[in-house]
């Protein structure tokens, strides 16, 4: 079976502080992941994927992933929180099972202070 | 502008009252996804559809129908809508499944 699993409810940072948003998955099958925000009353915006390239994927707005396959994670960071940086994140996984199926973790709120 | 419309973009109904939900991209994606949204749980999938006429269930299809009779547009159907399918829902499109999703701006549902 795939899951994913963000493993902070919440998670809140100073402002110009690194970021680090956790998430691990299981899948059985070669998986591509996401990291999509979600910004108060709005919908949802790509930050960044993973499709079997490179294990570094860079996103937008200074964030990154790493894809590590031994550890089935895929932790989202930034080196310095702004913010408009605060709201909601999701780490998502699409598998092919004999169709597509999509899979959210429940989701980071990231709070930034000033 | 590229964008996926959902309509409406808040409802308030009464159980057992039929409703539509409707989606439509402008993008000539094939692969078109219904999702809800619930505190705590992130968002879970639906149905979704890889091209017309081709659909398929999701996590969590139990009470919802669609269809896809053309490639932009993608209803989701609640037939017989019940309280606990109060929510927050959206739709998306992609090119391909492996490539970014656009989402809509989501329809607040709320059954009593």
């Known amino acids: 079976a795939q899951s994913v699993t963000q493993l902070d409810s919440h998670v809140s940072v100073s402002e110009g502080t690194p970021v680090l948003l956790r998430c691990n998955y299981s899948s059985s099958y070669s998986p591509s992941l996401f990291w999509y925000v979600q910004h108060p009353n709005k919908g949802l915006q790509l930050l960044l994927k993973?499709?079997?390239?490179?294990?570094l994927v860079k996103g937008i707005n200074g964030f990154e992933a790493e894809f590590k396959k031994s550890e089935t994670s895929f932790h989202l960071t930034k080196p310095s929180a702004h913010m408009s940086d605060a709201a909601e994140y999701f780490c998502v996984v699409r598998v092919y099972t004999g169709g597509f199926k999509t899979i959210f973790g429940a989701g980071t709120r990231l709070f930034v202070k000033a | 502008e590229a964008q996926v419309t959902q309509n409406p973009r808040y409802l308030i109904t009464v159980t057992g009252k039929k409703l539509t939900v409707t989606c439509s991209q402008n993008?000539?994606?094939?692969?078109m996804s219904w999702y809800r949204q619930d505190p705590g749980l992130g968002l879970r999938q639906i149905y979704y559809?890889?091209?017309?006429?081709?659909?398929d269930k999701g996590d969590v299809p139990e009470g919802y129908k669609v269809s896809r009779k053309e490639k932009r547009n993608f209803p989701l159907i609640l037939e017989s809508p019940s309280p606990n399918q109060t929510s927050l829902y959206f739709c998306?499109?992609?090119?391909?499944?492996?490539?970014?999703?656009?989402f809509g701006q989501g329809t607040r549902l709320t059954v009593v």
């Open positions: 998306a499109s992609s090119l391909s499944p492996d490539l970014e999703a656009f």
């Open positions: 993973y499709t079997s390239a490179a294990t």
């Open positions: 559809s890889m091209n017309v006429e081709v659909t």
């Open positions: 993008m000539n994606h094939e692969y």
